[in-house]
Nanobody, 123 residues
């Protein structure tokens, strides 16, 4: 599975961005998908995860009510809609596939990773 993340950029605080993660090589419709982020000098941090059906989602507390994860099986793509962005959301954002487990915030549960897309939020 190859994952291509896109949609990052520079935005002012309070603004919005939508990240996309397009999968190729095989369908990911049967797998849990997740978004993580890593700020400079910090460890990779879980952001959100979505079940294979798209019904169940899970978010880190700091993004609840601001970020929404979704997926489109017809496009083999997962999205992260980010609203009310804050400077502390600045990071490289990564999407990942969890083929064998349920929704999880643990990076070790994810076995395919895309390259990061950089999100910079200015104050």
């Amino acid at each position: 599975v190859q994952l291509q993340a896109s949609g990052g950029g520079l935005v002012q605080a309070g603004g919005s961005l939508r990240l996309s993660c397009a999968a190729s090589g095989r369908t990911v419709s049967n797998y849990v998908m997740g978004w993580f982020r890593q700020a400079p000098g910090k460890e990779r941090e879980f952001v959100a995860s979505i079940s294979s059906s798209g019904v169940n989602t899970y978010y880190i507390d700091s993004v609840k009510g601001r970020f929404t994860i979704s997926r489109d099986h017809t496009k083999n793509t997962v999205y992260l809609q980010m609203n009310s962005l804050k400077p502390e959301d600045t990071a490289a954002y990564y999407c990942a596939v969890n083929r064998y487990g349920g929704i999880s915030p643990r990076p070790s549960m994810y076995d395919y990773w895309g390259q990061g897309t950089l999100v910079t939020v200015s104050s």
